[in-house]
T-cell receptor, first 114, second 112 residues
Framework: DTAVSQTPKYLVTQMGNDKSIKCEQN?????MYWYKQDSKKFLKIMFS???????INETVPNRFSPKSPDKAHLNLHINSLELGDSAVYFC?????????????FGPGTRLTVL | GENVEQHPSTLSVQEGDSAVIKCTYS??????FPWYKQELGKRPQLIID?????GEKKDQRIAVTLNKTAKHFSLHITETQPEDSAVYFC???????????FGSGTQLTVLP
């Protein structure tokens, strides 16, 4: 009955590899997000997405791309991984009809690039 | 874009004392101000929020106040307990972007 789930929980990989993180929500929400939390705990929005609009934070490298097979899923693909990509990545979702954008977070994926 | 500043970055209090965390923001059109609590190794979770048409909101031991004129809002925790120890984030929803901008976080430690 988990509201927002992510897999894997931990991901260790070599520089230059391509990897994906999966996210699923069973809340019936229309909007999903990806956040990056670095070692200093800063939480930064990377993408927000619903079935009509993708908003990309301009600071996100184009090696990162979100892919949504359906409304309940938003996966994150990362190409040519770099050391600086090491962080915890959180998926989140919110109901589009909510003007106030309450967001529910997934458990996070700790990515370590060696 | 929106700029959110959060202070202090760390805060230690004795059990039973109060804790106050403050945030300022730059976009006067912002209309939603949530607070999230993140325990070590866990996900951020919403603990309280306030909307721009309200000046204060309280939920048991936690309260949030908003001063729209000065563009700042604060989280107040009374009668702190060790389980309140966590990182607390403020956030601001900008009217135009419809995205949350988070503050830099406050590590709260409640000493028994």
């Amino acid at each position: 009955d988990t509201a927002v789930s992510q897999t894997p929980k931990y991901l260790v990989t070599q520089m230059g590899n391509d990897k994906s993180i999966k996210c699923e929500q069973n809340l019936g929400h229309d909007t999903m997000y990806w956040y990056k939390q670095d070692s200093k705990k800063f939480l930064k929005i990377m993408f927000s997405y619903n079935n009509k609009e993708l908003i990309i934070n301009e600071t996100v490298p184009n090696r990162f791309s979100p892919k949504s097979p359906d409304k309940a899923h938003l996966n994150l693909h990362i190409n040519s991984l770099e050391l600086g990509d090491s962080a915890v990545y959180f998926c989140a979702s919110s109901p589009i009809h909510s003007v106030y954008n309450e967001q529910f977070f997934g458990p996070g994926t700790r990515l370590t690039v060696l | 874009g929106e700029n959110v500043e959060q202070h202090p970055s760390t805060l230690s209090v004795q059990e039973g004392d109060s804790a106050v965390i403050k945030c300022t923001y730059s976009d006067s059109a912002s209309n939603y101000f949530p607070w999230y609590k993140q325990e070590l190794g866990k996900r951020p979770q919403l603990i309280i929020d306030i909307r721009s048409n309200v000046g204060e909101k309280k939920d048991q031991r936690i309260a949030v106040t908003l001063n729209k004129t000065a563009k700042h809002f604060s989280l107040h925790i009374t009668e702190t307990q060790p389980e309140d120890s966590a990182v607390y984030f403020c956030a601001v929803l900008s009217g135009s972007a419809r995205q949350l901008t988070f503050g830099s976080g406050t590590q709260l430690t409640v000493l028994p």
